[in-house]
């Protein structure tokens, strides 16, 4: 059973928009969101997080939400960037406990088009 | 960039050969990870290490087994390689368990003929 889901296997934007890409969890003792960037051949680099306390961050041209009562979030880039074209994954972690491992969605893969 | 390298980046085995990937870090964090990435799967939890010698299992450790005998060291062994073992595997550290990003290493091709 996923527990972290990204619905849509792929999202293109236009240069200069805004885009949206959106996780469901199934979990509820997850309390700490993080979304990933993965460019081809490379390893994932953090983008950016969320505890389940707050219901919004933001960091420059990146926003994530958090609804928890729908177990959702999503991320927002605005204004989108060709370079912001990469599989985007996004993550939960699992409170307390030795068990550290983050549990991710299938990714979703955005292209920005100039 | 957090120091993390994985060795070998490529490699190509036959079936029922034993491979060991090494993950080597430079930045004394505790925890340790191996991750392999498949299409359709996203990122799957292997094993993970909580300390030297500490380590347990992840959502799909079956026919892999690790080693921590150095803080900057985890290693990923296949026993037998199987097809279904090809893969790209992503080794990952962080300095807490909770509530932290991890770090990446590039990742290794493994291709299982």
């Known amino acids: 059973d996923q527990q972290v889901k990204q619905n849509s296997p792929s999202l293109s934007v236009q240069e200069g928009r805004i885009s949206i890409l959106n996780c469901d969890y199934t979990n509820s003792m997850f309390d700490y969101f993080l979304w990933y960037k993965k460019y081809p051949a490379e390893g994932p680099t953090f983008l950016i997080s969320i505890s389940s306390i707050k219901d919004k961050n933001e960091d420059g041209r990146f926003t994530v939400f958090l609804n928890k009562s729908a177990k959702h979030l999503s991320l927002h880039i605005v204004p989108s960037q060709p370079g912001d074209s990469a599989v985007y994954f996004c993550a939960a972690s699992l409170y307390g406990g030795s068990q550290g491992n983050l549990i991710f969605g299938k990714g979703t893969k955005l292209s920005v088009k100039p | 960039d957090a120091g993390i390298t994985q060795s070998p980046r490529h490699k190509v085995t036959e079936t029922g050969t034993p491979v060991t990937l090494r993950c080597h870090q430079t930045?004394?964090?505790?925890?340790m990870y191996w991750y392999r990435q498949d299409p359709g799967h996203g990122l799957r939890l292997i094993h993970y290490?909580?300390?030297?010698?500490?380590?347990d299992k992840g959502e799909v450790s079956d026919g892999y087994s690790v080693s921590r005998s150095k803080t900057e060291d985890f290693l990923l062994t296949l026993e037998s390689a199987t097809s279904s073992q090809t893969s790209v595997y992503f080794c990952?550290?962080?300095?807490?368990?909770?509530?932290?990003?991890?770090?990446f290493g590039q990742g290794t091709r493994l291709t299982v003929v």
């Open positions: 990952a550290i962080s300095s807490t368990s909770v509530n932290t990003e991890a770090f």
């Open positions: 290490s909580y300390g030297v010698k500490d380590t």
């Open positions: 930045e004394n964090h505790r925890y």
